[in-house]
T-cell receptor
């Protein structure tokens, strides 16, 4: 079974801090995705990556950046956290040419 | 218009009832359709893919109507454990790659 892990389940940060969210998958998937999930808005794609060192913007990339130095790891970076970035962050991965995505358990980030 | 629209519910049904959810999508070029299930404070997990001819998996039946651009999920003999949010998911057609668009979900509560 695919396993996608995220570095923290809960995180509390202060406005202006730099925040790193880590995601690791163990199935050698090329594709990795970062979403945020908010009530009434559903899952929204922030960034995705099809290969190492490759990244593309999703629907809401503003205020975020990503890093993919190794195939199994995809990091989401909040350069300067703001209160409107309080959300549930979900990482997912999928095999090439396959739509099914496997999700990590999520990180609930609170920015004070 | 949202790319994927669902009635948020909640649908409150007694155990043993049959319940159906519908979902509409806006892009007629979409090719891949799924239902994901998300338990409270957990990550989404694939429930089933939706095929053109309709498909069944135990108590769950999925249907696709391309002409009207809607997808349905029927749950027969509801169990307490079916209580969850059901996400309608469609592949993104624009921008390339195998990205997905998620509906905001329909909440189901199965009661004794």
């Amino acid at each position: 079974d695919v396993k996608v892990t995220q570095s923290s389940r809960y995180l509390v940060k202060r406005t202006g801090e730099k925040v790193f969210l880590e995601c690791v998958q163990d199935m050698d998937h090329e594709n990795m995705f970062w979403y945020r999930q908010d009530p009434g808005l559903g899952l929204r794609l922030i960034y995705f990556s099809y290969d190492v060192k490759m990244k593309e913007k999703g629907d809401i990339p503003e205020g975020y950046s990503v890093s993919r130095e190794k195939k199994e790891r995809f990091s989401l970076i909040l350069e300067s956290a703001s209160t409107n970035q309080t959300s549930m962050y979900l990482c997912a991965s999928s095999a090439p040419r396959v739509f099914r995505q496997f999700f990590g358990p999520g990180t609930r980030l609170t920015v004070l | 218009r949202k790319e994927v629209e669902q009635d948020p519910g909640p649908f409150n049904v007694p155990e043993g009832a049959t319940v159906a959810f519908n979902c509409t999508y806006s892009n007629s070029a979409s090719q891949s359709f799924f239902w994901y299930r998300q338990d409270c404070r957990k990550e989404p997990k694939l429930l089933m893919s939706v095929y053109s001819s309709g498909n069944e998996d135990g108590r769950f039946t999925a249907q696709l109507n391309r002409a009207s651009q809607y997808i349905s999920l029927l749950i027969r003999d509801s169990k307490l454990s079916d209580s969850a949010t059901y996400l309608c998911v469609v592949n993104k057609v624009t921008g390339g790659g195998n990205k997905l668009t998620f509906g905001t979900g329909t909440q189901l509560k199965v009661e004794l």
